[in-house]
């Protein structure tokens, strides 16, 4: 497989790369790598998550309460901090 990149995206994989102390084809073989195990990680975690709340195990909250308890949680560590 290959894959084009653009100039200005072969300049950045090789400045990185060269800044890491590795050749541009290591490097982007190791991110692809780690971006595809991150990847798995997270497709685990939804559907995990996903048969949790279809099973009952969970059950899903309203999206404006969810940023309430968010809100509440941010103002008690500032409030514990001062």
Do not use: W
Request: overall charge negative; charged content about 35%.
């Amino acid at each position: 497989m290959e894959v084009p990149f653009s100039p200005d995206e072969l300049a950045r994989i090789n400045q990185v790369a060269s800044s890491a102390g590795r050749a541009a084809g290591e490097f982007v073989r190791e991110v692809m790598a780690g971006y595809l195990d991150e990847l798995n990680e997270v497709r685990v975690t939804l559907d995990t998550r996903y048969d949790d709340i279809k099973s009952g195990r969970v059950k899903p909250i309203d999206g404006e309460e969810a940023f309430a308890r968010l809100r509440c949680k941010s103002e008690e560590r500032h409030a514990s901090r001062s």
